[in-house]
């Protein structure tokens, strides 16, 4: 029987199912091992950050009144700003 740490770090093929991976977890939750669910939703949040904050951002300058091409607006409508703030949030979840 694999370890979490062996399953985790093992790559994705037909071998691995989610299956496996939920039983890994669920032992774990078993024996008190901790698990980092944090650093899962931080890569979520900054994926769906990047991806989805600037159409956001725009809705949010546009409540706002605020001009997009200003340095506020281009703040909020920042790829890289969004994805640092889905990080942030993802890892609080």
Do not use: H, R
Request: aromatic fraction near 4%; glycine fraction near 16%.
């Amino acid at each position: 029987m694999k370890s979490i740490e062996e399953v985790v770090n093992q790559p994705i093929t037909e071998e691995l199912s989610y299956d496996d991976i939920i039983q890994k977890l669920n032992e774990a939750k078993e024996n008190g091992l901790p698990i980092e669910e944090g650093i899962l939703g931080a890569i979520g949040g900054a994926i769906l950050g990047a991806s989805f904050g600037p159409k956001l951002g725009a809705a949010i300058c546009k409540a706002l009144g605020v001009d997009q091409k200003g340095t506020f607006g281009s703040l909020l409508t920042s790829k890289l700003v969004m994805g640092a703030i889905g990080t942030a949030m993802g890892w609080k979840l």
